[in-house]
């Protein structure tokens, strides 16, 4: 079974992925680190050169590509993945993949982002933790639609790794 790990930028996907991936001895795959690797360029620096419209469907191809491919996999996706290009509904086709979605409050996202604005390009235009707020909020909002169709719906706020984990594996069973 794969596990597709789902959630707003700074939720934990990618750590908790890989600790959950190593506790299943599952291989572990970050898609952005897959998608910059196939395409030989940061993601920022693809979203600056290519485009956002390139990137999305790059996006889609190499999450199509991973699911048809991999079995006993832990796939982080980008906090953007599953609202762009049927990507949803690609994933809760896949009879041998679950979702996981990274529930995280705005506040526990700020204070998570807030110092990461640099490497983040949709991100690093804000000044002020106020900006944060009302972007993250008003894109949470955008997005509940599509992260609330996971199979499992995981709230991160105030939890150690090790809670979230007891909790997944809790599922899992």
């Known amino acids: 079974m794969n596990l597709i790990l789902i959630g707003y930028m700074g939720s934990g996907k ?14 572990f795959i970050d898609l952005d680190q ?8 940061s993601i920022s620096e693809l979203f ?18 991973i699911l048809e ?18 990507n949803m509904d ?7 993949s679950t979702s996981i979605y990274f529930k995280a409050g705005i506040n526990e ?9 640099a490497k ?3 991100l690093n235009r804000f000044d002020t933790d106020e ?10 909002f955008e997005r509940a639609a599509y992260y609330n169709q996971a199979d499992i719906s995981i709230s991160v706020d105030k939890k150690t790794q090790f809670t979230i984990l007891d909790e997944v594996m809790t599922h899992l069973v």
Do not use: M
């Not at 908790?16 to 291989?27: D, S, W």
């Not at 900006?131 to 949470?140: N, T």
């Open 14 to 27: 990618s750590t908790l992925g890989k600790k959950l991936a190593k506790t299943l001895n599952y291989p």
């Open 34 to 41: 897959y998608i910059e690797e196939k395409e030989e360029l």
């Open 48 to 65: 600056k050169v290519k485009g956002e419209i390139y990137f999305r469907k790059k996006e889609h191809e190499y999450l199509k590509e």
């Open 69 to 86: 491919e991999q079995n006993d996999v832990v796939l982080a996706l980008g906090g953007g993945t599953p609202c762009y290009a049927n």
């Open 90 to 96: 690609l994933i809760k086709a896949d009879s041998k």
């Open 109 to 117: 996202l700020v204070g998570r982002l807030k110092h990461e604005r």
């Open 120 to 122: 983040r390009p949709l």
């Open 131 to 140: 900006d944060l707020v009302e972007f993250i909020g008003k894109h949470l």
